[in-house]
């Protein structure tokens, strides 16, 4: 029995290794890519690594003239900060609300909250166009922005969170003469840490790569994002494929850098996320 165990063991050991290349794969054919002249990405046979890696290809990225990758850069790092800060001040009290106060059709507005997720996005760009165009914020970052702030994703995981804090620590903090506001602030969001980051650490990826909305609302290239700037490479005359996979080498990077510093509370969180709903 301990032998047909380590054989299985072993077994799936295997398979989830191959699995685990088989899906990084494309990340490495990416940033190997980028490292070669644009005659060495598709040459035969493949070469994983190039003769000569060619660094400059990310110089040519980040200062080009017409697009500069750091601009783009800089544009979509301004709305993850900014979107992701909104986020999660409007979904933590909203969460809170729901949560952990009582008033007339709760319930229902919860479920409509929810119901709306299944909304496709695409159904939304005319009435955000026409939106935006009456606040006079059409071609602007805010066009990007303000959209963020109001994520139901976010209330939902958050108010999991607070639904399993212990309704006690509300009650006890009422008698002190402590409001709702106060007790949000100093009570129950200091016991959400982990949901906090985990709510953060999935929004900020989704301002990260926000692409439908850049591509609608925004036709000023010095308010590109980088998923508008690696757009602009695919199509580009030239089609150096090498430049492109420079520039999605770098859009990638913030993610990577964010998710491995706050991997040990995303996983937490996630975990505990579900423990009461």
Known sequence: MKKKSRAVSILLTVILFLLAIAFLAPLLWMVSSSLKSSMQVFE????????????????????????????????SLLIAVV?????????????????????????????????????????????????????????TLWCIILPHFFNITTIFLLRQFYMALPDELVDAARVDGAGHFRIWWQVMMPLTKNGMISAAILAFINCWNEYLNPLIFIS?????????????????IAQEYNLMMAAAASAVFPIIVVYVLAQKYFEEGIASGGVKG
């Open 220 to 236: 000023n290239q010095k308010l590109y994002t980088v998923s508008l700037g690696i757009r602009w490479y695919l199509h580009d």
């Open 83 to 139: 979107g992701v800060s909104g986020q999660l001040l409007i979904g933590s009290l909203a969460a809170y609300a729901f949560a952990k106060i009582e008033f007339l059709g709760k319930n229902l507005i919860f479920m409509i909250f929810m119901v709306t997720m299944m909304i496709p996005v695409q159904t939304m760009i005319i009435p955000r166009y026409v939106l935006f165009s009456t606040l006079n914020i059409y071609n």
């Open 44 to 75: 035969q046979p493949f070469r994983w690594i190039a003769d000569r890696f060619r660094f400059d290809n990310y110089l040519a990225v980040w200062m080009a003239e017409e697009i500069p990758f750091w601009r783009l850069f800089g544009n």
